[in-house]
């Protein structure tokens, strides 16, 4: 599957990000937790006409409160209002959301986890792609099948807007979710209420950052880039994404 | 802030920050720009590395800011000064 990912990129890309980013796509066309395939394509298509081609994101983008510019979103799938909102927001303007914004869009809380998890791994592949001069990969076709609609036993309001999955309540299938002898970045736990979605998106940053052990291992590097380096990008995306996180 | 005052003492920090700026704000003239820079300077693999932490960061921003989740008390007081420093507090994200 990752036979033909950046075969022609103009720079060598590393085999484990290959792999990641095939396995990622397939995640994306394959039927989730709560959507679709089609519907999680959807969402991948939805997230690039945000970002190039909504008149109402880039109004929004450009004035003091995005609350202050109404209008429609310049949408091409047949995705809900509501989800439609959800992903543009979270595509274009991702450092102004609030919680009461989040409520007031009536989407069950699941389907939102999961479409911010289709947001993210597309996210994470695109940037990586404009990073080297790469165009934007196809994406790919849905596939055929339904979600399986899996209730996360134990997730409970309280540390985030959306229900999160606390490491003493991951129990059964969801064993495992979080590293063990340390409690989990709230980032980790920030889409479990949606398991998979989590499963996905960190052997993604297990590629693109460091693998668990070795982020705090700072006698040996693992990467071309110094571990001070990985953190000066990191805080200044973070920064220009207005993300306090 | 810009990019090239942005190094951290951080050796190439200002190229760095360059790359991230140019890529997050997509300006194809400068990424081609601080892109050559990077290989230059640092060499290719280096180049793939720093693509793959903006990419993903630029995706864990997003995540973050859509689910609502707050930063660790323990990271919060470790980084006071530095979130102060660049002006983080001051966010939207940064004030709960």
């Given at each position: 599957?990752?036979?033909?990912?950046?075969?022609n990129?103009?720079f060598?890309?590393?085999?484990?990000?290959r792999?990641?980013?095939?396995?990622?796509?397939d995640?994306?066309?394959?039927?989730?937790?709560?959507l679709?395939?089609?519907?999680?394509?959807?969402?991948?298509?939805?997230?690039?006409?945000?970002?190039?081609a909504?008149a109402?994101?880039k109004?929004?983008?450009?004035?003091?409160?995005?609350?202050?510019?109404?209008?429609a979103?310049?949408?091409?799938?047949d995705l809900?209002a509501?989800?439609?909102?959800?992903?543009?927001r979270?595509?274009?303007?991702?450092?102004?959301?609030?919680?009461?914004?989040?409520?007031?869009?009536g989407?069950?809380?699941?389907?939102?986890?999961?479409?911010?998890?289709?947001?993210?791994?597309?996210?994470?592949?695109?940037?990586?792609?404009?990073g080297?001069?790469?165009?934007?990969?196809?994406?790919?076709?849905?596939?055929?099948?339904?979600p399986?609609?899996?209730?996360?036993?134990?997730?409970?309001?309280?540390?985030?807007?959306?229900?999160?999955l606390d490491?003493?309540?991951?129990?059964g299938?969801?064993?495992?979710?979080?590293?063990?002898?340390?409690?989990?970045?709230n980032?980790?736990?920030?889409?479990?209420l949606?398991?998979?979605?989590?499963?996905?998106?960190?052997?993604?940053v297990e590629?693109q950052?460091?693998?668990?052990?070795?982020?705090?291992?700072?006698?040996?590097?693992?990467?071309a880039?110094t571990?001070?380096?990985i953190?000066?990008?990191?805080?200044?995306?973070?920064?220009?994404?207005?993300?306090?996180? | 802030?810009?990019?090239?005052?942005?190094?951290?003492?951080?050796?190439h920090?200002?190229?760095?920050?360059?790359?991230?700026?140019?890529v997050?704000?997509?300006d194809?003239a400068?990424?081609?720009?601080?892109?050559?820079?990077?290989v230059?300077?640092?060499?290719?693999?280096?180049l793939?590395?720093?693509?793959a932490?903006?990419?993903?960061?630029?995706?864990?921003?997003?995540?973050?800011?859509?689910?609502?989740?707050?930063?660790?008390?323990?990271?919060?007081?470790s980084?006071?000064?530095?979130?102060?420093?660049?002006?983080?507090?001051?966010?939207?994200?940064?004030?709960?």
């Open positions: 599957m990752p036979a033909t990912w950046y075969v990129a103009p060598p890309v590393r085999e484990d990000i792999q990641a980013h095939a396995a990622a796509w995640r994306i066309a394959r039927p989730g937790t709560w679709t395939g089609a519907q999680r394509v959807a969402i991948a298509a939805e997230t690039r006409h945000a970002r190039t909504c109402l994101c109004a929004r983008k450009e004035a003091l409160s995005p609350s202050s510019v109404d209008g979103h310049d949408t091409k799938s809900p509501a989800q439609v909102e959800a992903i543009h979270i595509a274009t303007d991702p450092g102004r959301l609030t919680e009461s914004w989040q409520n007031g869009l989407l069950d809380e699941s389907v939102y986890v999961e479409t911010v998890g289709v947001i993210a791994q597309l996210t994470a592949i695109d940037t990586f792609a404009s080297l001069g790469e165009p934007w990969r196809t994406l790919p076709e849905p596939v055929s099948g339904e399986t609609r899996r209730v996360t036993p134990g997730a409970k309001h309280g540390l985030a807007w959306v229900a999160t490491p003493a309540d991951a129990e299938e969801d064993e495992g979710l979080y590293p063990s002898g340390r409690p989990p970045a980032i980790r736990r920030a889409m479990s949606v398991p998979n979605e989590v499963r996905g998106f960190f052997n993604l590629v950052y460091l693998p668990g052990p070795a982020m705090n291992d700072f006698d040996n590097e693992y990467r880039i571990h001070a380096q953190e000066l990008l990191a805080g200044r995306v973070s920064a220009i994404n207005q993300c306090a996180y | 802030m810009n990019g090239g005052e942005a190094d951290g003492n951080i050796p920090g200002a190229l760095l920050a360059n790359f991230a700026e140019a997050v704000s997509g194809p400068e990424l081609r720009d601080v892109r050559t820079g990077i230059n300077t640092l060499g290719a693999e280096a793939v590395d720093s693509a932490v903006v990419g993903l960061f630029n995706a864990i921003d997003r995540v973050a800011d859509a689910i609502g989740i707050p930063l660790e008390d323990w990271k919060a007081e980084t006071t000064d530095m979130r102060e420093a660049i002006g983080v507090t001051a966010f939207p994200s940064g004030r709960g």
